[in-house]
């Protein structure tokens, strides 16, 4: 096979917490996975198979036809070349996941690299509810391979490099998430207010 069978694992635990990341006077109750904002960084290299396990830990609704609690999350920019259900829209590509429920996520990283993200797809859940992926052109590139040997450069292309951040900018309002979707769905709405904080990585 031209593609290596690396295969990266990751779960997504959803649940609910509230959270104040700019240090305002507002708390939020939000959706996080695995209890953090941004989520887990997704790292690959071409060739990998990623598999992600989502496990939907919100409470269930008291009334059925109440769908707030549905979760599904699209990886943004990944080409699904032969995947099945794997993109994450929900209704169009799959079924939410329901509360309760748990989705596994299969797709191989086929002739792209680069920096990508993932973010929830119902409602304004991606507010609180997105990561990182990283895919890296080849082991080289890979700080995970390269923890062995700590004085050897990263290279990608013709660059070569001894480390990498990623940062992932989001904005933060204050209000809750639900009242805010309500606003943007309802009659009252005229524009999109301008965010109360920009946040770096979550904070």
Excluded at 63 to 81: E, P, T
Aim: hydrophobic share 35%; with cysteine.
């Amino acid at each position: 096979s031209q593609y290596n069978s690396n295969v990266r694992y990751y779960e997504f635990n959803v649940t609910q917490r509230s959270i104040n990341p700019d240090c305002s006077d507002h708390v939020s109750p939000v959706f996080l996975i695995n209890n953090q904002m941004p989520g887990p960084k997704i790292t690959a290299v071409q060739g990998d198979v990623v598999r992600v396990l989502i496990r939907n830990q919100l409470s269930p609704m008291p009334k059925k036809d109440d769908h707030r609690h549905n979760v599904a999350i699209h990886f943004h920019g990944i080409r699904q070349y032969g995947s099945v259900h794997s993109d994450g829209v929900p209704y169009l590509t799959q079924m939410p996941i329901k509360p309760g429920q748990e989705f596994m996520h299969e797709f191989r990283i086929v002739n792209q690299a680069g920096t990508y993200f993932y973010h929830a797809h119902v409602g304004l859940q991606e507010e609180t509810v997105f990561g990182p992926i990283v895919v890296y052109e080849s082991k080289h590139a890979d700080p995970e391979n390269n923890n062995a040997n700590t004085s050897s450069l990263l290279k990608a292309g013709p660059y070569t490099y001894h480390d990498e951040r990623t940062l992932l900018l989001s904005e933060w309002w204050h209000r809750p998430h639900m009242e805010f979707e309500k606003f943007l769905m309802g009659p009252k709405f005229n524009f999109i207010p301008e965010a109360d904080s920009i946040l770096i990585n979550g904070h």
